[in-house]
């Protein structure tokens, strides 16, 4: 059965909910600046920081859900 989440808790949930709309923003800013490069050293760069930043957007969903099913939060 869900809890209440505390309050840091909830905090927490939504930095994380942020973080997530962050890292994806990232994504499409590395892949557009990959796409408009003409260095092929730049483009691979560029697109290695764009996986990364998928890579963060995975691990920070995974808590985030993890957060939302412990406490029966949801979206707002």
Request: aromatic share 10%.
């Amino acid at each position: 059965m869900p809890g209440k989440m505390p309050d840091k808790a909830r905090e927490l949930f939504l930095i994380f909910k942020d973080a997530v709309q962050a890292e994806r923003e990232a994504q499409t800013t590395y892949k557009h600046a990959a796409e408009l490069s003409q260095d092929k050293e730049l483009k691979g760069l560029l697109m290695s920081f764009c996986r990364d930043e998928a890579r963060h957007e995975k691990a920070l969903v995974h808590r985030y859900n993890r957060l939302r099913k412990k406490y029966g939060f949801q979206d707002e």
